[in-house]
């Protein structure tokens, strides 16, 4: 059987970086968000780029899911899945297709999070960085397989990405590569169509990024986005993989 993998994350993280890694494995098909176009369908949301997203994309996320639990792409041996957690809709609730993927949640300190959504967009809230939806997820997961899947907190991963990829492929039951440390710089044919908006820091990037030590200073409404998301934050960094 293939192994299928999907991580959850939200928007703001190492989710890309950590396709990049799995990709350059060789032995890996991966998916960009596949999820992303039906869920822009059906909210309406007004992101960069939502016209060509939808275009572009299998907007039926019945017909998404089937795609992800179906034949793997090249016929690999590994499927990584890059989800969004907020990309989540109505009737995906009813998820035993989950049981057929090993699924992994990515988490990063909220405060960050907000600081680099803000960014990029004009207004945060909890949902727009899927920290709610990736508890609910989280607890199905575990109450769907009995077992606490493992979460990857960004912000050690970083400073040790071979010790934690090690661990990761451990867990996963395969064997970590080197090549997930290092990739060429640039555009991949299996980026989103959003990539032009999103991903320059990723396009000039041929490894993980070195941790940035800043001081974060929020205020107002993102600074309550934040302290709103931080005990799920704490929850989900409980069940961390550590190396």
Known sequence: MPLRIAMWSGPR???????????????????????????????????????????????????????????V???????????????????????????????????????AVVASYLDMRGEVSPKDIGVPQQQALFDFVHELTGTRPPVIDSEDFLHDPRGHLEVLCNWLGI???????????????????WAPHWYASVHRSTGFAKPRERTIHLEGKARQVAEQCRPIYEHLRQWRLTV
């Not at 950590?18 to 822009?40: H, Q, T």
């Not at 890059?82 to 990515?106: A, C, D, I, Y």
Request: aromatic share 8%.
């Open 13 to 71: 993280n190492i989710s890309t970086a950590m396709m990049r890694a799995f990709e350059n494995r060789g032995d890996c098909a991966v998916s960009d968000e596949p999820l992303y176009g039906a869920w822009l369908k059906h909210t309406g949301a007004k992101h960069p780029m939502a016209e060509e997203v939808i275009a572009a994309m299998q907007t039926d996320w019945r017909k998404v899911v089937a795609e992800l639990t179906g034949p």
């Open 73 to 111: 792409p090249g016929g690999h041996p590994i499927w990584y899945q890059k989800h969004m957690t907020h990309h989540q809709l109505p009737g995906m609730l009813e998820r035993e297709w989950l049981s057929k993927l090993v699924n992994v949640f990515l988490i990063r300190p909220p405060e």
């Open 175 to 193: 064997e970590f590569s080197e090549h997930m440390l290092h990739w060429p710089a640039g555009p991949r044919d299996s980026d989103g169509v």
